[in-house]
């Protein structure tokens, strides 16, 4: 099993930047995807991005493409997440999950952080 703990949300005006930072403890970091998911106020949680665990290839939805920036730190067992130009509408709860296995999945994550509020005004 492997724990994750999230950090970095906050209150950030349209155009502004934040990092979201999970930590990761238990099983060895190397042997799972991981991934960032959000779900806003009266809607379903929705993958955001993710990156594997080799190859280091990424996959983004098409709405943060270009502004969002998921990377992982071995040596620090952490994944973070860069989010530039945030718009209002990327207001939400930001979680961050992992998978065993190679690929970089939208679906089937097995262990969440308990997640981080990200709140952008306009």
């Known amino acids: 099993q492997v724990q994750l703990v999230e950090s970095g949300g906050g209150l950030v005006q349209a155009g502004g930047s934040l990092r979201l930072s999970c930590a990761a403890s238990?099983?060895?970091?190397?042997?799972?995807?991981l991934g960032w998911f959000r779900q806003a106020p009266g809607k379903e949680r929705e993958f955001v991005a993710g990156?594997?665990?080799?190859?280091?290839?990424?996959k983004y939805v098409d709405s943060v493409k270009g502004r969002f920036t998921i990377s992982r730190d071995y040596a620090k067992n952490t994944v973070y997440l860069q989010m530039n130009s945030l718009k209002p509408e990327d207001t939400a709860v930001y979680y961050c999950?992992?998978?065993?296995?190679?690929?970089?999945?939208?679906?089937?994550?097995?262990?969440w952080g308990q997640g981080t509020q990200v709140t952008v005004s306009s």
């Open positions: 999950a992992a998978r065993p296995g190679l690929a970089v999945l939208t679906t089937s994550y097995d262990y």
């Open positions: 238990g099983r060895t970091f190397s042997n799972y995807v």
């Open positions: 990156v594997s665990r080799i190859s280091g290839s990424t």
